[in-house]
């Protein structure tokens, strides 16, 4: 099996493989960089009511191919079926939200449930017909590579392509608009023709993946892609590039994956993919992650306690808190029986004088850049110069030793 | 049409609308906004006039801000034009920058400083062009005029409530407009930005561009401005503060939620 993988990888692993890793990794990048601005914009849920609403759309497709003649598989027919349907539900959506006091997510839940439970009954109704190919129309459920066509991956690459180009073009006026629509339409952009824009994008992916991840589950790769790549950066323009990365990669290795052992489902595979990016990411990333937030505020923690501490120690006041106790013994300023050292009677004296010298320099320096800056933590020699702390020492007088 | 022959015509029900002066930089004819059924600004008329600042003034809920919404394009007019520099607004975009409301946006938003002022230039780079140094250069100059250069590679979200609000003017000064509009610059902002922002904008003016503010506090009016429309729902008064901004108006506009007592402690101009 592992060999297999590395046939997959390397796109060794026969011509149908090689073609869906590369679609999939296609429409991986297209629908992470096009979801970008979906969560951007704070409307990732309306993806799901689209990709749900695809489902009747291929079953009227089908029975309109079947009606006239055809045998029902014909894929750039039952992809137009899914993107009429998708925008209707999509139109359903923003109706509702619009124009009823019914808020988006209320609409969301009900057009997505409609337009997917009518699809299953039209699924069950072509089961029971006569004539045409029903056999693989489930898999527009949770997608399958199997029996895929040449002009099947074209169309997948092809439209993913485009996406991609579609989101170059269109990036900042979507960045604009997703950041600030006020200021956006101020400046001669017309919002809502960005927000069709963006959701015409959203269901051209998600129409193009219908196929091989499926409507259930194509919303993951709209979503997981740009959630992860936040994680990492503060700048829209590098989300919007690690996000086509994850997505790219995450099409690529599941692609890969699934075609190295028999019967492992496409979609899913390159979802859960996706997922261990995301899942890395959020415990690993340096800015956002959670172990760095852990580490960053048990620092803090540490930090104000170390100064609390020491401020005791200057007031000659007890110290009972455990984790001061312990602070301060690790770094030798107490001895074991919590009396001050040496060097602790010396620091404490320190922090002592640097709190008179803060209290003083706030007075003195009314502006921001000095009185911003307080929070008992902050050195006041990071702040102010060595001539204006010598000034506010003069000031001060002779420091007092601590007993 | 004489001013005669138009009374004579909106007595008779028709919707008439005076021909504005051509040279305003912001002219709002009979001006209706509502949400849902009840408006929340109704048949406002007013003139700003050129190189002025002007405030917009009224009580919470007055439609201050839906006012210069509005007038934007940003909410729906039911009913009613606005002219800006005697044009309709689709063809004078370019000439307008719009600071709106701080809390309006997501400032856990991933954008810099920096980008957030070159958003102030994508009227001019399209979709297209590269940002370029000379960009940069430009908006590092405006966050300078607002005194904020050394924060210009921070996140958004690292900053105070008054730094936001200097970023935001920044922006409107990359787009280098000829009427400025803005949406409560001075709401929860400390001392200093309120210094900084002030500044700015009569040095704007000394450019001979005009400011148009949405302003809440009655005390710094005399000071900072010199034309003021008062507004709840309906106009109240307008023109210049010397003559405008009196004690009447003011009982008038603010109803019994301004104290007599209050009013008189205001800095009002000489009579």
Same mark, same amino acid.
Request: proline letters at 4%; aromatic letters at 6%.
């Given at each position: ?96 939200? *619009? ?30 017909? *006569? ?97 992860t790549?936040?994680l990492w ?45 995301f899942l890395l990411s959020l415990l690993f990333a340096p800015g956002r992650g959670v172990l760095a937030a852990l580490v960053r505020h048990r620092r803090f923690q ?102 | ?75 729906? %007019? ?87 609000? %200097? ?66 729902? %309906? ?37």
């Amino acid at each position: 099996m592992p060999s297999l993988l590395l046939d997959a990888l390397l796109l060794q692993a026969g011509y149908n493989a090689a073609l869906v890793a590369l679609g999939a990794a296609l429409l991986g990048m297209a629908a992470g960089s096009g979801g970008t601005f979906l969560f951007l914009r704070k409307r990732a849920l309306v993806s799901d009511a689209v990709a749900h609403a695809t489902l009747p759309g291929v079953g009227i497709a089908f029975i309109v191919m079947v009606v006239f003649g055809g045998d029902g598989r014909n894929l750039p027919g039952l992809l137009l079926g899914s993107a009429v349907s998708a925008s209707l539900g999509l139109l359903a959506v923003q109706w509702i939200a *619009s124009r009823t006091r019914l808020a988006e997510d209320a609409a969301i839940g009900a057009v997505l449930s409609v337009f997917f439970g009518f699809g299953i009954v039209l699924l069950t109704i072509i089961q029971t017909m *006569s004539s045409g190919y029903q056999a693989g129309l489930e898999s527009f459920l949770l997608g399958s590579t199997a029996g895929m066509l040449f002009q099947d991956a074209v169309v997948i690459a092809l439209g993913g392509a485009l996406a991609v180009a579609f989101v170059l073009l269109l990036r900042r006026p979507m960045t604009l608009v997703a950041f600030d629509a006020g200021f956006a339409t101020a400046s001669g952009i017309n919002v809502r023709r960005m927000d069709l824009a963006m959701m015409g994008l959203v269901m051209a992916v998600t129409v193009i993946g219908l196929k091989l991840v499926g409507l259930i589950l194509v919303v993951a790769m709209l979503i997981i892609p740009p959630v992860t790549a936040r994680l990492w950066t503060e700048r829209t323009d590098r989300v919007l590039l690690i996000a086509g990365a994850v997505g790219g990669f995450s099409g690529y290795l599941g692609a890969a994956l699934s075609a190295s052992a028999p019967n492992l489902p496409t979609g899913p595979i390159i979802v859960l993919v996706s997922f261990a990016l995301f899942l890395l990411s959020l415990l690993f990333a340096p800015g956002r992650g959670v172990l760095a937030a852990l580490v960053r505020h048990r620092r803090f923690q540490l930090r104000v306690h170390r100064r609390q501490g020491l401020l005791a120690l200057a007031h000659g006041e007890a110290i009972f808190d455990p984790l001061t106790l312990t602070v301060l013994r690790r770094e030798r300023l107490i001895r074991q029986d919590a009396v001050a050292t040496e060097e602790g009677r010396a620091l404490a004296a320190k922090t002592l004088r640097d709190e008179k010298r803060w209290a003083l320099a706030r007075q003195v320096y009314q502006d921001e850049a000095v009185s911003g800056s307080y929070d008992g933590l902050t050195p006041i020699e990071s702040v102010l110069t060595r001539d204006e702390i010598a000034e506010i020492d003069r000031r001060l007088g002779p420091p007092a030793p601590v007993a | 049409m004489n001013n005669a022959a138009l009374e004579l015509a909106s007595e008779a029900g028709e919707r008439v609308f005076r021909p504005a002066p051509t040279d305003s930089p912001l002219a709002m004819q009979e001006l209706t906004v509502s949400y849902g059924e009840k408006p929340a600004v109704f048949s406002i008329d007013a003139t700003v006039p050129a190189e002025s600042m002007t405030a917009i003034i009224g009580p919470n809920g007055a439609g201050k801000s839906t006012l210069l919404k509005a007038a934007l394009g940003i909410v729906p %007019r039911l009913s009613g034009r606005v002219m800006v520099f005697g044009a309709p607004l689709a063809q004078v975009m370019h000439r307008i920058a719009y600071v709106p409301q701080r809390a309006s946006v997501d400032w856990d938003f991933p954008t810099r400083v920096i980008d957030v002022v070159l958003m102030g230039l994508y009227r001019e780079l399209g979709l297209l062009h590269l940002v370029r140094h000379h960009h940069r250069e430009r908006a590092i100059a405006c966050l300078e005029r607002v005194g904020m250069a050394d924060f210009a590679d921070r996140q958004i979200g690292q900053l105070s409530g008054g730094q936001q609000q %200097r970023v935001f003017l920044a922006r409107a000064l990359a787009q280098n407009a000829e009427l400025y509009l803005l949406d409560e610059p001075f709401a929860g902002v400390d001392a200093a930005t309120e210094k900084a922002i002030i500044d700015v904008l009569k040095s704007l003016k000394a450019e001979k561009r005009t400011v148009v503010c949405v302003h809440h506090d009655l005390a710094t009016v005399t000071d900072y401005f010199d034309h003021v429309l008062l507004i709840n729902v %309906r106009k109240i008064a307008e023109g210049p503060v010397a003559t405008t901004f009196t004690a009447e108006n003011l009982q008038k506009t603010y109803g019994g939620r301004l104290a007599t007592a209050h009013i008189d402690q205001l800095k009002l101009p000489a009579a």
